[in-house]
């Protein structure tokens, strides 16, 4: 298997130079977190070189594909042009950072970025071989996947897009949104960074294509498409041992001295509209204007890095910053201080890390950004856990920096409080709050991401071909009405919540009602069917909802039999409470911190439900508990099984399947059919033989035969049967 990477651009630069073209590493971009994995996995590169005679093309390709693994996807330069200054950064950048004024709708232009996706496409296609994994990169590529499957069909392919995705109000602005959608959905794996991204690209399709989806998965005909959260991480050794560096330390020296007693509070950042900067200096003129003791004793370093000065907002954006800078110095400034020191160029490495290990406070409050790296370089650097991180609520960062001073980067208010508060920090609270970011990044690096999205994409790919998704016919319903009055002896095992009732965020108001009683009760004693509810439920609710059908009971997953027709319940397992003392805690606080969640305890196991919270907030949550209780059980016979809305953590030793293995075993059956809801029914159909009508409710991969949309349909199918 070999990993193909593909992006707009290659980790390489190609530089004119009296000598003629040389080649060299490109530090920038999509590389930054792909730079080293692209080198420690083999793996080859896709990306444009920028304009380059076409004499020397062949040259160039020979020497990119031996020495750097990668090929280039050349561009005539008027094509190029109109895709990447064009559509790309024309149209879908200032779309997808939420600033829809600024975007142009040019059908020239789209027409550049289809030509170009399809130049990638074919280049891609040429190289491709069966199983290798191709992992599309950002906003520029949006309609590879789809251009890639359609000549590949068995291909895996993953897309991760590095910049925000936009609410639906603002999407459906874009003449070609239909075409992005569907482009993107030619990957089996769709990553972001935030929550909130993954969200409104979910809502997008939903509104736009009509597709719904079931926890995050998407299924386009019989295909299913997986839409997951990767928060893009750093280099984080690099930029901790970097900062160590004897070169680093000189320029760090230099900048403390130039601010001589002076509070050094910095932000850097490329020359663009979305990094909020005028923004920025109005809430540090607000700063010296509402606190005077600290004038003369601050010193505010912007770092701009110049960047397509030739788009005329990029032209006023400049103007609009010299303006501020040089009135706020005016205004300000005295003989021996400057209020701002301005600098617009590019930075070194090492300038970089001098600048990030020298300053006190770093202000970091884009109006828009998919994720910020800056913000995570800083943390990184500050070995001696030192500093304070002003981070804007719209970053990405955001959303795992908590220990940083979040804010509303418009409240020219709320930034210029920030300020106040982060040069007069304790020494203490300031590593209390480092600390703990640095321990978090290092921890989810960007080698971590990458790795963690590459298994994730080929888990998704094995789902998807082992287990393939069928919808339930009327011919397969004809099928299993014909096979249920054939045969003599017939066994159904059912699951209930999400299965014969819908879903409630009130669990003890998912009763059956009248006419699913009625149902249960006629194939129930209907001679020669055997009825088992499966279910996660406890022993109590079952009894009390169920208390005179004939019905097998398996409680608890397993945990708990009730043979039909008798009234004492079989435990599976012993009984053994002391493992829920260290699980426990854990969940409680996930409950204090995600309001409508709640703790359900059973006997052998403990859940934690958020149907009842913020859909977002809790999704999110139930993704860390996971993560916690994994770890946390790791050397304890216990299982963490997330399902809909609920994380259960529960013994390990019995599933579904066990009780079903032995009823398999012990019973002559003719029919067998079965239904369930999410991953804990999966263990039930995995032993069912092959020709048992199995089906999951709602539309997901699985080892079931069969899908169907809903509990109603569902008991729709079973009505048929018993007719």
């Known amino acids: 298997m070999t990993l193909a990477l593909v992006s707009n651009r290659l980790p390489v630069a190609l530089k004119r130079t009296k000598e003629g073209l040389s080649i060299r590493p490109n ?88 030509e170009a996706n399809v130049r990638f496409a074919d280049a891609v296609v040429g190289v491709l071989k069966a199983g290798d994994v191709l992992w599309v990169h950002d906003y520029h590529l949006m309609l590879l996947p789809q251009l890639v499957r359609e000549r590949k069909p068995d291909a895996q392919i993953g897309f991760f897009l590095h910049t925000p995705f936009p609410p639906y109000d603002i999407l459906r602005s874009l003449p070609w949104s239909r075409d992005i959608l569907e482009g993107v959905l030619g990957a089996d794996l769709v990553g972001f960074h935030t929550y909130d991204y993954a969200v409104a690209f979910l809502g997008s399709v939903r509104r736009v294509l009509g597709l719904d989806n079931e ?25 901790a041992e970097s900062a160590q560096g004897p070169a680093v330390a000189r320029m760090g020296s230099r900048l403390r001295r130039g601010a001589k007693d002076s509070r050094l509070v910095f932000s850097i950042s490329r020359l663009d509209y979305t ?3 005028p923004q920025q200096l109005e809430a540090y003129e607000r700063f010296l204007e509402q606190h005077l003791s600290w004038r003369g004793r601050v010193t505010y370093l912007l770092c701009v890095v110049p960047s397509r000065e030739q788009v005329r907002q990029y032209a006023q954006l400049k103007r609009q910053i010299d303006e501020r800078v040089g009135r706020i110095n005016s205004r300000y400034g005295t003989l021996g201080w400057t209020p701002i020191r301005y600098l617009y160029r590019r930075f070194s490495f090492d300038e970089l890390l001098a600048l990030y290990r020298a300053s006190d406070v770093a202000l970091i409050t884009p109006l828009r950004d998919g994720m910020n790296l800056i913000a995570k370089e800083y943390v ?14 719209m970053a990405g960062a955001s959303k ?92 159904i095992l059912l699951d209930y919540d999400g299965t014969l009732v819908p879903f409630s965020e009130d669990r003890s108001a998912s009763r059956p ?17 055997h009825v088992v509810l499966v279910s996660g439920r406890t022993r109590p609710d079952l009894e009390r909802w ?41 969940i409680s606080r996930f409950v ?79 029919f067998i059919f079965a239904a369930g809801d999410d991953r804990t029914d999966e263990s039930l159909f995995a032993i069912l033989p092959s020709g048992a009508f199995s089906i999951r409710v709602g539309f997901a991969a699985s080892a079931a035969r069969f899908n169907v949309r809903g509990p109603e349909e569902l008991v729709d199918v079973l009505e048929a049967l018993a007719a």
């Open 27 to 114: 530090p920038g971009g999509v590389v930054a977190g792909l730079g080293s994995f692209h080198r420690e996995f083999q793996a080859t590169w896709f990306g444009w070189p920028g304009d380059v005679p076409e004499g020397d093309h062949e040259w160039i390709r020979a020497r990119l594909a031996s020495e750097f693994a990668c090929y280039p996807v050349f561009l005539p330069k008027r094509l190029a042009t109109a895709y990447y200054s064009g559509f790309s950064n024309g149209t879908l950048w200032p779309l997808f950072h939420s600033f829809a004024s600024y975007a142009r709708y040019s059908q020239k232009e789209w027409e550049a970025y289809k």
């Open 400 to 491: 795992e920096l908590l220990e940083a001073l979040i804010v509303n980067p418009n409240d020219v208010g709320e930034v210029s409080d920030a300020i106040l508060r982060a040069v007069t920090m304790s020494e203490d609270e300031q590593s209390r709050r480092i600390a703990a970011m640095r321990d978090r990044l290092q921890r989810h690096d960007a080698q971590t991401w990458a790795a963690r999205f590459i298994e994730r994409l080929k888990e998704v790919v094995r789902l998807s071909r082992d287990l393939a998704v069928r919808t339930l016919t009327e011919s397969d319903r004809a099928a299993a009405k014909k096979a249920y009055r054939s045969a003599a002896r017939r066994l």
């Open 546 to 586: 169920f208390p005179d059908i004939p019905l097998a009971f398996v409680a608890e997953h397993g945990g708990w039999i009730r043979p039909r027709s008798e009234t004492t319940w079989e435990a599976m397992l012993p009984l053994d409470t002391t493992w829920k003392d260290r699980v426990r805690p854990v």
């Open 215 to 239: 926890i995050g998965t998407i299924l386009l005909g019989s295909r299913p498409i997986h839409v997951d959260v990767f928060p893009l991480g750093i280099d984080f050794e690099k930029f």
């Open 380 to 393: 990184a650097s500050r070995v001696d856990e030192r500093g304070v991180l002003i981070l804007g609520e």
């Open 513 to 529: 009602d009248a006419r699913l009683s009625r149902l249960l009760r006629r194939l129930a004693s209907e001679e020669g069917t």
């Open 592 to 670: 204090d911190r995600v309001p409508g969640s709640s703790i359900e305890e059973k006997d052998f196991s403990i859940a934690w439900h958020y149907r009842a919270a913020d859909i977002d907030t809790g999704a999110e949550a139930a993704k860390e508990l996971v993560h916690i209780a994994t770890a946390l059980t790791a050397n304890l016979d216990l299982k963490v099984l997330p399902g809909s809305k609920v994380v259960e953590i529960r013994r390990a030793g019995v599933d579904k399947g066990t009780h079903v293995a032995w009823l398999l075993s012990h019973e002559p059956w003719d």
């Open 275 to 277: 990094k909020g900067i």
